[in-house]
């Protein structure tokens, strides 16, 4: 049984910045593309972006620009950074290597 774990979820004002990391076993951040998912409050989980092995990274068009995922195999970690965040990007987001998922970790953005 792999585990991931978010961290760096917290309070910020809108068009603040915010950086989340996920972190695993070494197998997971060795061989694995990494997601990141985020649920609005009564919603289903969203793709935001994934990461390959190879660090080759792809969006979802709704945060292309604004949210960057990067990984450092090295650490087991994988990293969301997120800037000019608005209320609606208030959410619980969760990192995954296909079928693992994190805890999540709350954002959010208010005033």
């Known amino acids: 049984q792999e585990q991931l774990e978010e961290s760096g979820g917290g309070f910020v004002q809108p068009g603040g910045s915010l950086t989340l990391s996920c972190t695993g076993s070494?197998?997971?951040?060795?061989?694995?593309?990494l997601y990141w998912y985020r649920q609005l409050p009564g919603k289903g989980r969203d793709l935001l972006g994934l990461?390959?092995?190879?660090?080759?990274?792809n969006y979802d068009a709704s945060v292309k620009g604004r949210f960057t995922i990067s990984r450092d195999n090295a650490k087991n970690m994988v990293f969301l950074q997120m800037r000019n965040l608005t209320p609606e990007d208030a959410a619980v987001y969760y990192c995954?290597?296909?079928?693992?998922w994190g805890p999540g970790t709350q954002v959010t953005v208010s005033s």
């Open positions: 990461i390959t092995e190879d660090g080759v990274t």
């Open positions: 995954s290597a296909n079928p693992w």
């Open positions: 070494r197998s997971l951040f060795s061989f694995y593309t």
